[in-house]
């Protein structure tokens, strides 16, 4: 299959060069984290928080163990953990450090493989090379119309999550995300095989199987999509293959939830049309009487009043998050396919879910379903531009599309990640304290509890100590050791009662 990629991409040089650049864009996100700088470690956008994470939790599953890493004593739940657990079998193996494969090594691999996989899924669909390339060019540099909002109301591009998800630029800041989005693409690339091996049928059910343990979005997105894909299939051919994936698929997912998230609980919340009302908020659209008559009129029983101030919010929802991938729904065709039941099961499944649900303990985190319609949404418009430019026999379309799309990506960069001076570091001093604590016998780490305060008031002076910046999980990650109590944030998102270790603590 690589030698395929390959043979792809030396017959189309123009593919190479925007994959690199594509590659190149996600990567600068996380490759200036973790390495020293003359102030200490530093870490840009997210990374003081997401990357540490994972970094810590690695580095437990590389121990062998299955504890929780900052809640010290406690099993893992509520989470998953294919990716984390990859990067403690490359740490293991290599002996390289977890956070030099994390930061600088797993980046350009996983966004070149992005690049590769879409451009052989759209080549091998719809039999044009152009397609494929705008298809990749979409899903590297996909943005939102955020940047018009803040250039409109502060003359200052911005505004990636202006509309509530991040866009194309910060995939690898969330690396189980873009794991999760090579094995998509594997899966689909398999599964539109025509005929398809009982070999291949196998490989696709074991991909397909093992996405939700990378991320549980992913995979019941995947598994939604097969089933629709299947019916379809059985309905209009009378054939069962699809079914048959989606069974198999179904029971490694299954088994594998039973064996590695025992004791786990439904973290759904029935709260709909929760991110509709935020979008009006003032570090977002900042239209509070819109915000305000929604709820009101949701609660005074003014339901036509309502279904209008709902449709117009999910109209602004979709269409500035789209920004320039609107030019999807020039793809629609009559004549249907298989990958396309596929594709837009899963779109309107993945736009349905965080408009109904939330999540207990991070309430937006739903929206990562979301994800998954920008990114099939951005394989689409790819196709939908060319079918575009050849309806209107304008060359000009592709300039403006250029154009209007490239903002978000350009200013996220920008002004967030190109700075030589990043929000959050661990100083140099602190790193020798934190190495001496990994020099120690085994044994669990007691830390201050996270002081909010504390952090609000150093805001406007960084780069800021990480014990000032957001709870993490930053002395089991540099310690290799579980730590009594760290990293709050993703202790809620995981289900567990920390509080009154807090208290404690803080008595102790």
């Known amino acids: 299959m690589l030698k395929k990629f390959l043979r792809l991409l030396a017959e189309n040089k123009l593919a ?9 864009s996600w990567s600068i996100p ?12 530093g870490f840009w956008g997210p990374n003081g928080h997401d990357g540490i994470w994972h970094i810590a939790l690695a580095n437990s599953l590389a121990r062998g163990s299955w504890e929780m890493p900052v809640f010290a004593g406690s099993f893992l739940q509520n989470y998953h953990i294919g990716f984390d657990l990859l990067l403690a079998l490359a740490a293991k193996i290599s002996g390289v450090s977890t956070s030099i494969i994390y930061f600088q090594i797993v980046p350009p691999v996983l966004a070149i493989l992005v690049g590769l996989l879409t451009y052989r899924l759209v080549a091998t669909w719809k039999k044009s090379k152009k397609e494929a390339l705008w298809s990749v060019f979409f899903v590297y540099f996909g943005g939102s119309f955020g940047w018009l909002v803040t250039l409109l109301t502060s003359g200052q591009l911005g505004g990636e999550s202006v509309f509530w998800s991040q866009q194309a630029v910060s995939t690898l800041i969330n690396p189980p995300y873009a794991l999760s989005l090579v094995l998509l693409l594997l899966g ?18 074991f991909i397909f199987g093992v996405l939700f343990e990378v991320k549980a979005y992913a995979g019941l997105l995947a598994l939604f999509g097969l089933f629709v894909v299947g019916v379809y299939e059985f309905v209009k051919n009378r054939d069962i293959k699809v079914l048959k994936i989606f069974s198999g698929s179904f029971a490694i997912t299954l088994s594998l939830y039973l064996f590695l998230n025992r004791g786990s609980q439904d ?132 300039a403006v599309v250029l154009l209007v799309t490239l903002p978000t990506t350009f200013s996220t960069l920008y002004y967030h990640y190109l700075p030589g001076r990043p929000p959050a570091k661990i100083s ?56 009594f ?24």
């Open 267 to 398: 973290l759904l919340v029935f709260q709909p049309f929760w991110f509709l009302e935020n979008l009006m908020s003032p570090d977002r659209l900042n239209w509070s009487k819109l915000g305000e008559a929604l709820v009101n009129w949701r609660l005074g029983g003014l339901y036509y009043k309502s279904a209008f101030g709902y449709v117009l919010a999910f109209i602004l929802f979709v269409f500035g998050n789209l920004g320039t991938r609107l030019v999807s729904i020039f793809s629609l065709s009559k004549r249907i396919d298989l990958l396309s039941v596929f594709i837009w099961a899963v779109i309107l499944a993945g736009i349905t879910v965080p408009m109904v649900f939330l999540q207990k303990g991070t309430s937006w985190n739903t929206i990562q379903f979301f994800y998954y319609s920008l990114f099939l949404l951005a394989i689409l418009s790819g196709v939908g531009l060319v079918k575009l430019g050849k309806l209107l026999k304008v060359s000009l379309v592709y």
């Open 188 to 205: 689909l690339i398999f599964l539109i095989k025509s005929p398809i091996t009982n070999h291949q049928s196998l490989i696709t059910i």
């Open 30 to 41: 996380l490759v200036k984290s973790g390495i020293g700088y003359d102030f200490g470690v």
């Open 16 to 24: 190479s060069l925007l994959i690199f650049l594509g590659s190149l």
């Open 485 to 508: 109590l760290e990293d709050e944030v993703n202790l809620d998102i995981t289900g567990y009662g920390w509080s009154t270790r807090r208290e404690e603590i803080v008595r102790f």
């Open 428 to 483: 140099t001093e602190e790193l020798r304290a934190l190495d001496f604590l990994k020099d120690q016998p085994e044994g669990v780490v007691l830390t201050y509890p996270f002081d909010r305060e504390a952090a609000d008031a150093a805001v406007d002076n960084p780069p800021r100590p990480l014990y000032l910046y957001e709870s993490t999980a930053y002395v089991s990650a540099y310690t290799d050791k579980p730590v």
